[in-house]
């Protein structure tokens, strides 16, 4: 098995709309921290399969389709999801990809790939979890304990060559009133993950399924400052996984070890995730989703809203806008009406299978592929395109902000469960 990695910027001039919020006061007016689209690809010498990754609030069917075309092989474009990126006509249930960014993105993929294929080399894997604590909740509730799942997968070459980390939390830690571009916490990560892990490794942050977890009950502040809190939490922890990955292995991740680490095992289980004679597949499939109907009245929600503020209780105050927000969401000028198209794609590399969902599945829907997978198992959110929200169907029975906002009707994000599930049973181990 061979595996590359590379880099291309993505830059974002003043003026040009931002996407990620409906009450954004003005274009961008500068930049905090560069963009990039980051690509990784696996190769087994007949087949290769490229993950590229984009600081951006979402990706749609035709700039998904415009990257794969450009980079010239099995492609998944992933957005990190950043709402302080280009607004790349995101909005529920998809729509086009405004120019520039259709041209500037797929050029930027491609670039990547082609870096990546460049560097390309022999290396084996290991995928770590475990859990990451005080970065990410459900933002439906604030009661919910502050805790998410973390994937990490290492990638070495006789050392550590790269990281590719999976953070199933919506990168929202800048606000609306914010008009500098930014990777928000996705380049955090990346950031802090870079000074510790040294100039010689390369590191990939994508986004999983975030659909339900935000940073709206952990976040301390909405600044650079905190960027750099939250991003260092989640680097330190992947170097815990890291770190004890190396000492439950004889080899270590340095010297030759890998395998499959789970925080409630409190080890790693022997055996290679990839390496010597692995090889690459994928599948793709795309189904239609039923679209559902509007239950909630806008008049309703509003009266709510403005009861919650005469009551001065923030947290009910915040979760009472974000339902007006919601419904104000669904009905976006764009909004097309008919089945929703999407796409799900499985990569089996060696051992370990990828999952692409697209749009924003709520956690628990990356859970039950994960629990039902016959291998270990990565869920991405964010995938090959935007039906938008796609909650769990017992969320349906709550009025929250992604229910309002969703597209799609109950027992969407099931069937994509159910898809995944069925590629990965019909795919096989290339080991």
Do not use: K
């Not at 990126?85 to 491609?110: F, N, Q, S």
């Not at 550590?160 to 953070?167: M, P």
């Not at 800048?174 to 870079?194: H, K, T």
Request: glycine share 12%; with cysteine; hydrophobic share 45%.
């Amino acid at each position: 098995m061979s595996v590359g990695y590379g880099s291309a910027g993505l830059t974002v001039p003043e003026g040009m709309p931002m996407g990620g919020y409906l009450d954004r006061q003005g274009p961008s007016a500068g930049t905090l921290d560069p963009l990039e689209v980051s690509a990784v690809t696996w190769s087994d010498g007949e087949r290769r399969f490229a993950l590229a990754v984009a600081d951006l609030i979402c990706v749609n069917d035709d700039l998904a389709e415009r990257a794969r075309r450009a980079a010239g092989c099995e492609l998944w474009l992933a957005a990190t999801h950043t709402h302080a990126g280009p607004e790349t006509g995101c909005v529920p249930g998809g729509g086009p990809t405004p120019e520039p960014w259709l041209d500037l993105v797929a050029d930027a993929a491609r670039t990547a790939v082609h870096r990546a294929v460049d560097s390309e080399r022999p290396g084996e894997g290991v995928a770590l979890r475990g859990d990451l604590r005080g970065v990410g909740a459900d933002r439906s509730r604030p009661e919910a304990e502050a805790v998410v799942p973390l994937d990490v997968i290492a990638v070495r070459d006789g050392g550590l060559a790269g990281v590719v980390v999976v953070l199933p939390v919506h990168p929202t830690v800048l606000p609306a009133a914010n008009l500098l571009v930014s990777a928000d916490l996705a380049g955090a990560v990346r950031r802090a993950l870079r000074e510790r892990l040294g100039p010689g490794v390369w590191v990939v942050v994508a986004t999983g399924a975030a659909g339900d977890i935000s940073t709206r009950h952990t976040r301390r502040g909405q600044d650079a400052a905190e960027l750099d809190r939250l991003g260092a939490i989640v680097a330190d922890r992947c170097l815990d996984l890291l770190t004890d990955a190396a000492r439950a292995d004889s080899g270590g991740i340095g010297s030759g070890g890998s395998g499959w680490a789970h925080e409630g095992a409190g080890r790693a289980a022997g055996g290679r995730v990839w390496g010597a004679g692995s090889r690459v597949g994928t599948a793709r499939r795309r189904i239609a989703l039923e679209r559902a109907a509007v239950a909630a009245d806008a008049e309703s929600l509003a009266a709510d809203l403005a009861r919650a503020e005469a009551e001065g209780d923030p947290a009910s105050a915040r979760l009472a806008r974000s339902r007006v927000e919601g419904l104000r969401a669904r009905h976006t000028p764009t909004a097309e009406t008919g089945a929703i198209d999407a796409e799900v794609g499985v990569a089996r590399v060696g051992g370990l299978a990828l999952v692409g969902l697209p749009g924003e599945p709520f956690l628990a829907v990356a859970d039950q592929i994960a629990e039902a997978a016959p291998c270990p198992t990565v869920v991405l959110g964010y995938v090959n395109g935007y039906p938008g929200y796609l909650p769990t169907a017992d969320a349906y029975r709550r009025t929250e902000y992604e229910v309002l906002a969703s597209q799609v009707a109950e027992g969407s994000a099931e069937l994509l469960a159910a898809t995944a599930l069925r590629l990965l049973a019909e795919s096989r181990p290339w080991t």
